[in-house]
């Protein structure tokens, strides 16, 4: 961690700036992180609203997503549900409504909670390329996203450009330097961020969202990178899906022989082995399943060849599965990589998914590790009891 102070004498006053001030003191942190994505959408078909989010478990919370525009400016994703969407108890006359105006009311309510937009996901990360590439496109960019922060009350920035090393959608641009170009636009955002803290004496976070792929995860100059951010979220979900050519795991915990590579555990390792310090890397888990159909009877399902890929790219959000598929389906449990799937043996439907026992095993690996919390894609996916959230919070908070 670095840092330099450096003086301007401006008609006999002495102007401070610090250049890069990268994470907030120490003391300032949580003794553990708790990071929970809240998708726009989810006001929508699942009827799942900020006013649902049990803030008292949680330490931050990521607003999915802020968008990039063709000028290369941080943009409202979904300005309905950002900014207009009228809540029950709103003045509709008021000049700020939707999600933005609920989540300051939820941070005044529960003081130790930050918010960060997000900014980019999967869909929109076609344009970080470009918004890397030279120093006017990154001064530009950081300065829209500052502003958009400060615009709306944020706390601070959630990058989750997916990937700096390629291998996003098949629809994004991608550039040899983009590596290289990652690092500068980090640095230009913390700056950028500090300049803003200078203004209104406030820590601004900058945090990013990070593949679990060790191909993604090599050609990155992490060391340059972490000192410009408060905490890595670790993407460790997805080993296993629609894409794969058997049934698998979405989130094993270690590495299982006879499954696709891939595991949090190798992934937490590979960014400890690019130098980062252990407490900025927060372990991502997800609240849904991944599964699939036409499975024939043999191992319980597992690393099976299948035949089609149920509902949405086979995606199970858990409240999905506590409603229904874990009380009609055989739940089986692997020891080695410390999570559950469900089979039903008559229609050969063979599920992959996080429960409260799987996600206890992933915070005592936190807490052993020393790493720096968990992170939830998403809070949607719960059930209405919020069985993982309660589990995640118990295992990191309570002692």
């Known amino acids: 961690m670095r840092s330099r102070l450096f003086a301007l004498l401006v008609t006999g006053c002495l102007l401070l700036a610090t250049l890069p001030h990268p994470t907030a003191a120490a003391d300032d942190q949580p003794a553990a992180r708790i990071v929970a994505y809240f998708s726009s959408w989810s006001?929508?078909?699942?009827?799942?609203?900020?006013?649902?989010?049990?803030?008292?478990?949680?330490?931050?919370?990521n607003y999915a997503f802020a968008n990039i525009s063709d000028a290369g400016e941080c943009v409202l994703g979904d300005?309905?549900?950002?900014?207009?969407?009228?809540?029950?108890?709103?003045?509709?006359?008021?000049?700020?409504?939707?999600?933005?105006k609920q989540l300051q009311l939820l941070k005044a309510a529960h003081p130790q909670l930050q918010t960060l937009i997000s900014i980019g996901g999967w869909t929109w990360s076609g344009k970080f390329s470009d918004v890397a590439l030279t120093d006017e496109s990154r001064k530009k960019?950081?300065?829209?996203?500052?502003?958009?922060?400060?615009?709306?009350?944020?706390?601070?920035?959630?990058?989750?450009?997916?990937?700096?090393?390629?291998?996003?959608?098949?629809?994004n641009k991608v550039r040899p330097q983009d590596p290289a170009n990652f690092v500068l636009l980090m640095a230009e955002?913390?700056?950028?961020?500090?300049?803003?803290?200078?203004?209104?004496?406030?820590?601004?976070?900058?945090?990013?969202?990070?593949?679990?792929?060790?191909?993604?995860?090599?050609?990155?100059?992490?060391?340059?990178?972490?000192?410009?951010?408060?905490?890595?979220?670790?993407?460790?979900?997805?080993?296993?899906?629609?894409?794969?050519?058997?049934?698998?795991?979405?989130?094993?915990?270690?590495?299982?022989?006879?499954?696709?590579?891939?595991?949090?555990d190798t992934a937490m390792k590979a960014y400890l082995a690019a130098g980062i310090p252990s407490d900025k890397l927060v372990l991502g888990v997800p609240f849904y399943g991944r599964g699939w159909k036409e499975v024939k009877d043999v191992n319980n399902g597992l690393f099976q060849p299948y035949g089609d890929i149920p509902g949405t790219e086979g995606s199970f959000e858990y409240r999905e599965l506590a409603?229904?598929?874990?009380?009609?389906?055989?739940?089986?449990?692997d020891d080695t990589g410390k999570v559950p799937w469900l089979f039903i043996p008559k229609t050969g439907?063979?599920?992959?998914?996080?429960?409260?026992?799987?996600?206890?095993?992933?915070?005592?690996?936190?807490?052993?590790?020393?790493?720096?919390?968990?992170?939830?894609?998403?809070?949607?996916?719960?059930?209405?009891?919020?069985?993982?959230?309660?589990?995640?919070?118990?295992?990191?908070?309570?002692?």
């Open 189 to 264: 955002l913390r700056s950028q961020l500090d300049a803003q803290t200078q203004l209104d004496g406030k820590h601004h976070l900058l945090t990013i969202a990070a593949s679990p792929d060790t191909n993604k995860i090599t050609p990155i100059d992490w060391k340059a990178v972490y000192p410009n951010l408060d905490f890595i979220n670790v993407m460790a979900y997805d080993f296993a899906g629609s894409w794969s050519a058997k049934t698998g795991f979405n989130a094993p915990l270690y590495e299982v022989p006879g499954a696709d590579p891939g595991s949090a």
């Open 79 to 100: 300005e309905w549900a950002d900014t207009q969407y009228p809540y029950p108890d709103d003045d509709k006359t008021e000049k700020l409504l939707g999600n933005f």
């Open 43 to 61: 006001i929508y078909q699942k009827s799942f609203f900020v006013t649902d989010i049990a803030a008292d478990k949680l330490t931050h919370i």
């Open 141 to 171: 960019f950081a300065a829209s996203c500052v502003a958009f922060m400060t615009q709306y009350g944020f706390d601070g920035l959630d990058i989750d450009w997916e990937y700096p090393a390629g291998g996003g959608d098949p629809g």
């Open 323 to 333: 409603s229904f598929w874990i009380a009609h389906s055989d739940r089986h449990w």
């Open 349 to 399: 439907m063979m599920i992959s998914y996080d429960d409260a026992e799987s996600l206890t095993a992933k915070t005592t690996y936190v807490k052993e590790h020393n790493f720096g919390g968990i992170m939830i894609w998403e809070l949607v996916g719960d059930d209405p009891e919020r069985t993982l959230l309660t589990s995640v919070y118990d295992g990191l908070m309570k002692k």
